[in-house]
């Protein structure tokens, strides 16, 4: 059903991309996770090389390699993995909750 919508939406302005075999998220055109980052860096006058953003599939890519520190669960699908500057232990293992607590004791 969701291939059909994903077909279906092809040539519409929006942006679609898989957020797990079983979810496609549908948003305005241009309307990512890494443009969200982009808009809050903005708003604090920072840069997103400072953030650290946590992935596991096809909709993290683009965020994964545009932040500073861009981290792959474990159980993140290949795609995501290669592109991530480091991998920690899936979230059923609490691997972000352990990543911040290391981030932040330096």
Request: proline letters at 2%; hydrophobic letters at 50%.
């Amino acid at each position: 059903m969701l291939v059909k919508i994903h077909d279906q939406l092809v040539d519409e302005p929006v942006s679609m991309v898989w957020a797990s075999a079983n979810f496609l998220e549908i948003t305005n055109f241009g309307v990512t996770k890494l443009s969200g980052l982009k808009a809050l860096a903005e708003t604090w006058h920072g840069d997103v090389q400072d953030f650290v953003a946590f992935g596991d599939y096809e909709n993290d890519l683009a965020m994964l390699e545009g932040v500073g520190c861009g981290v792959a669960m474990s159980n993140a699908i290949p795609e995501v993995k290669q592109v991530a500057d480091a991998v920690v232990d899936n979230h059923d293992h609490a691997g972000v909750g352990r990543s911040l607590q290391a981030l932040l004791a330096h």
